[in-house]
């Protein structure tokens, strides 16, 4: 029996193993993509690819970061591609429609028509190709 002075002492709810004993650390590149997708697009998007490779062999955290960091670059980056594009398209398709590469006269007319289909079928072969890697990397 203990005396009624005594204290008896209460288990502690506290955690019974140390804190980083084995949790696994935030990847360091998944956090420098995500402040270079902001900063510089292209930058943050090659980060981002590696961070997504590294934390996939090691299992680290991260992957919302690395998600977020790809999501901002592309936003920023599409946009400038299609934009580069449209203007390679369309200085394309106004040369072959005025015969120019051939040395003929022709006429100037509008060729936004042609620019568009080419856009729109240089959009589809890149698609077929990145779709073709993730069908060959699962």
Not at 80 to 88: D, H, I, K, T
Not at 99 to 106: R, S, T, V
Request: charged fraction near 15%.
């Amino acid at each position: 029996m203990s005396h009624p002075n005594e204290r008896t002492q209460q288990p502690s709810s506290g955690p019974t193993h140390p804190v980083n004993a084995s949790s696994p650390r935030t990847n360091r590149i998944a956090v420098a993509a995500l402040v270079c997708a902001i900063l510089f697009a292209p930058l943050g998007l090659i980060l981002g690819y590696m961070a997504e490779s590294q934390i996939k062999r090691t299992g680290e955290h991260g992957s919302g970061l690395t998600r977020a960091a790809l999501i901002i670059g592309w936003i920023q980056v599409l946009p400038a591609l299609l934009a580069v594009l449209w203007v390679g398209c369309d200085a394309l398709a106004r040369t072959v429609h005025a015969g120019a590469f051939l040395g003929y006269g022709g006429d100037r007319g509008d060729s936004v028509g042609g620019s568009l289909l080419l856009v729109i079928v240089l959009v589809l072969l890149v698609a077929g190709i990145l779709s073709a890697k993730k069908r060959r990397y699962r």
